[in-house]
């Protein structure tokens, strides 16, 4: 099946690649108001499922869903003079409400630490109160003037943590099983896309925050995505907001703070991370639609086949979904399926069904393959988990092959042409992070030689992984 | 275990009541901004589990999800002046944005009708591209003079689903098929509240409408609340925004569409429809929290007793917590989780142990059982379907005490001081209405006699429900 011409390919245009997927795969337009998006249905999906898997990972690390207003008082922003530097001209302000001008302007929520610390104030009295651990799933407001669909709009969705703990070791761990138990094990074992781990240097360190870890993933043009962050906030909301309580001795003390986030940025890097020139590619475990049940043509008995299939198929536990419309050709039904990155296609066509035989088709790998009927739901099974592991082992492969060692800012540059550079953050400094800032280099995250989280990002002997980024 | 004083009582100030529970059981807070609410982190997991089950429901209808944005521009409100004209007092507008005044200012979303309608008309082009049937799950915001948290906040979390049709019938067929499968399937079934369901007249209908279903509900104070709405557009909007279609035949035309919401007042209605002295009263089916096992006191192994018996709960489907906060009293505990509203508590002590056994505890009728620890899960999930059934029945008696046949403008006003009346929308007329408006009593819908929903709003001998509502 010929798809050329279908989408500007990815080595001549990638940016364009991508806008492309998003429109042909009907996953997002652009919102009438400049930077805002249009979530179609497909590309809903693809989120719902996202959310679902960090939900409930969320859950099992003990946070409970809150939710906060949209609208915040403008002076609750002054609070913070380095949290709103970082904010203010970000901002979407409200000024009339009710039809009349407003006392006070509102500002549409850009993040919520500041409402919701001023009712953790209220709600931590005592050392049993804590830890608090909270968590909102929330559309946010950061004016944006270079925006793109999924990742940099002026609207996004998002989930944000915040939570408060009796000391600074506690809120750390907990920071970091976020970081791992939530956000790694779910990019990693869902969405199959690999990730680096590590703090943020001081220069991209999230305003407020005394440590950010975060977790970056190759882009198929080589430029990193950050898919997520968590922070060690410190004191200093608590100071702000009066965060205190009574601890075991009798004694008023500030709490310790976290927090932590992933976006419908993961739209994006999904798609980035996996797509290739016949459109997106969808790991199983995340795919709203796992199999799609094809009627090749409308011929006697095939399109009630193919429902009875699509039936067995979900009572196996898979998502499956019948394409019955054989008004449009197949091949441009298949094509369209492919564009979505549906991972495996089933094809019933007459022939087919007098041999009681379907075909499957594999979005990525694998020749098709001729199986009876009954055998269908049994090999989707199988394959769906074979697929799944090596869409994640052939992109951990790609971009490790993308990942060179430098021993020098021109080395750095270099590497930073194609993938990410790996290069002593005592050699590089931040000096050298400054250097490289001025042609768009940044340090994605310092980490142990070994990959691994470090204890803190003053620990020694770190390294510091380079790229551009989105 | 006394709880007097707890709560004010429900027949001595009802708003107060009402007040108090939110409070004490820990539902929702007034947020900084006139009219805005905190949703706490037990408030939010019975609105999840409303999502989850409409959700579910709203996929079975054939609907999908998308996500448009929270900023409409204004001048796609100027487009339909009756629409606006229900909307322009209420609207909140940001008229700031990235630290500058913008050009054309924005306002924030009160519904979706406008924007969703606008995409509409880009994505339909072909009779095959219909029936279009979108949902979004989203907040909205109305600028609320009189605020009340869950059931008039200046912003709201709901659903509203879109639809366009090629045919009148096949959209009013579709909306009536909201109205029943979906709203009141979980109302009955899941909230245990029992539904009037009508037509509004032609004063109470939605603006632009040309004709909205209605689900009405009674609280315990006798007054209504309506819990969702389901609406039949016809072609105003489609010739507004230009949505139009090739039929079959070849020529353009307009579709047909319809609206259908539910909110975050039906939390609201949850608290004023079941609760009682003693707190909210929780349905099984909706309870995020089926049964506590809550240890009497930190003797020898009854904590891990509770742990053990809440696993045990838990694989058998219930949706089990444990309380092992023994450092507070277990009289205190106990009336906390009945506040809440948690349907069984299965409470275990030293002496319990001992003999092998535990006590369940019903929040709704029912004297408290003493049960063998190996026969606890299958005794608690027998009960909780006793009392999501019980729940039902009771308020579906309790309130068809309440509901009055009236043949006079009098006999209306005096049953609608403690409930609800029912005389011929014929003999009652719009001037009648009208009258009633006058003491804030309103008809709520217009039902067949027998409580079906009629054909239409015009159908004869239909019978107007009356109350005071919220």
Partial sequence: MDTRGVLTPQNEDFPRWYQDVLNKAELADN?????????????????????????????????????????????YLDRESDHVEGFSPELAVVTMGGGRELAEPVVVRPTSETIINAY?????????????????????????????????????????????????????????RILHDVYQDFMESVLAVPVLIGYKTEAERFPGAINSMCLEAMMRDGKALQMGTSHELGQSFAAMFDITYLDA?????????????????????????????????????????QAVVIAV?????????????????AAAGIRARVDDKTGSGFGRRATDWELKGVPIRVEIGPRDLEQHQATLAFRTGGEKQTVNLSEVPEQVEAMLGRIQQRILSDATAWRDSRIADAGTQAEVREASSTG???????????????????????????????????????????????????
């Fill in 297 to 313: 043509r409308d011929a006697e008995g095939v399109v009630e086949a193919c429902h009875r299939l699509s039936g067995e198929l």
């Fill in 249 to 289: 001795d009798g004694k008023q003390a500030h709490v310790w703070q976290t927090s932590w986030g992933v976006s419908s940025r993961m739209v994006g890097g999904l798609i980035m991370a996996h797509g290739d020139d016949r459109g997106l590619v969808v790991p199983p475990k995340l795919a709203p639609v």
């Fill in 420 to 470: 990410f550079a790996r290069i002593p953050w005592a050699r590089l400094g931040p000096e050298g992070e400054a250097a490289l800032a001025e042609d768009a280099i940044t340090v994605r995250c310092l980490q142990r030689p070994d990959g691994s989280l470090p204890h803190s990002s003053g620990e020694p002997d770190l390294i510091a992984v380079c790229g551009r980024s989105y």
């Fill in 120 to 176: 953790f104030s209220k709600w931590v009295q005592s050392h049993r109160d804590l830890p608090l651990l909270i968590n909102q799933w929330a559309n946010v407001v950061r004016w944006e003037m270079r925006p793109r669909i999924f990742l940099r709009t002026t609207e996004f969705l998002w989930q944000e943590g915040h939570t408060a703990h009796a000391t600074r070791q506690e809120a750390r761990d907990y920071a970091a």
């Fill in 31 to 75: 919102g009438p108001v400049r930077g805002t998006m249009v979530i179609r249905p497909y590309g809903y999906a693809l989120w719902e499922r996202m959310q679902a898997e960090v939900d409930r990972r969320i859950k099992q690390a003990g946070a409970d869903n809150a939710y906060f207003p949209l609208f915040i008082p403008e002076s």
